[in-house]
């Protein structure tokens, strides 16, 4: 590989906090910005985030909390999997969201996440996050700069900033420094009356998508003459898990008490007659690797989360397609893969016992929602040997191919009207472009 070469006067090196020196960055801040700019920090204040996993509940409070998950590159909040905290959770004033604020992802494959915090006033942000709240809303459009941030011109430059060592992330420091071009309040409105209308065409269009797991929920469900709705009550409930050992060990001799939401058995809920078996009769989950580095951009694998893609590399090869199974964070999400890819330590790679159609098992393990198997004492985690104990109905591999076809042939419809909201998507994008080149 030849070696690249980049030139920079030692001065200007000289005045950075941390001495970067890796061209992508310089290449970024000297090149990108060419228009007239005023630094990210002479118009935002900057809030981190904070973690209050022991505060998680599921029930709906006053406190929405909200993650790197739920943000999105181009569009709103997503929060169907939107977690709460429990209304004992105590957030500091400056750290409550108001309507007007910018929740901005800073880890991970995630980084350039950007939303406006809208209907999630006083709720609060992850860890993971940083909060940009305007200093001066009499003459900034918090809505111009949520479409100015999810642009592509913007979002090169985020990434051209982005420090790789070890997981990807955005320092506070070099966020601060980010060139933001110069536009008025009122050229600002103008740009958001101009978009207005596409958003609407694209809020319309949405509206005719169906989520993919309710698809899948109403094939399994047909097919196996599930009750979904006594499951779903069913799923309400939690089972409590006493640790011993921690009893042993605690000097007032408490006992270590972490939530199940709920074991998994189908059976009560099919109304067809099936036989059954054992997961771990098919499926063994077996772990992923906790090596990334630097080679993020050049490697040639993907490296694989729960969630998707998390960078790029050269070792440890699973040959695809897989599936991935979350093990830590994002607990029991699953995630199909058609190419050959390297799964991080945090999920399980699926390794089949006998034949199966791998697809079909995807969208089963989705209808599972193993998440129910998840314990939470701190980060939510997934044990093994809990879904191996999850008993589903043994259908041929004719019987799994036909549960295929129609949940395909939906998901396929929804994609391209996913197609169409991307090309109105692309508008937004050349109107702030136009706007600030």
Known sequence: MPLKQFTIDFREFTTHQYLRFDEKFWFTTKNLAVYDYILLKDIFYLINGNSYTEYYTEEKTDIPYIRIGDLSFKYEIDDKNLIYLDDSCKINEDKKLRKDDLILATIGATIGKINLAREFENGTFSNNTILLRLKDKENHNPYFYEKLFQSDLLQKYIWGVVSQKAQPNLQTYDLQKIKIPVILKSKQDQIVAEIEPIEKKIKALKSQITPPQEIINKVFTREFGFDLEKFEEFKKEKFFEVYFSNFANHKDKRFGIGIRKANIDLKPFISKSFEYVRLGKIVSLEYG?????????????????????????????????SIIVGRKGSAGEVNYIEENNYPIDTCFYVKFLQEQNIIYFSYLLKFLQLKRLTLFKGVPGLNRYDVYDVKIPNISLKSQQKIVDEIKAELDKQEEMKKKIEAQRNKIDEIIEKAVI
Do not use: F, K, T, W
């Open 289 to 321: 690797s906790g090596l990334i580095d630097q080679q993020r951009i050049e490697g040639d694998y993907p490296v694989m989360g729960a969630n998707g893609i998390v960078g790029y590399h050269n070792q440890y090869l699973i040959e695809g397609p």
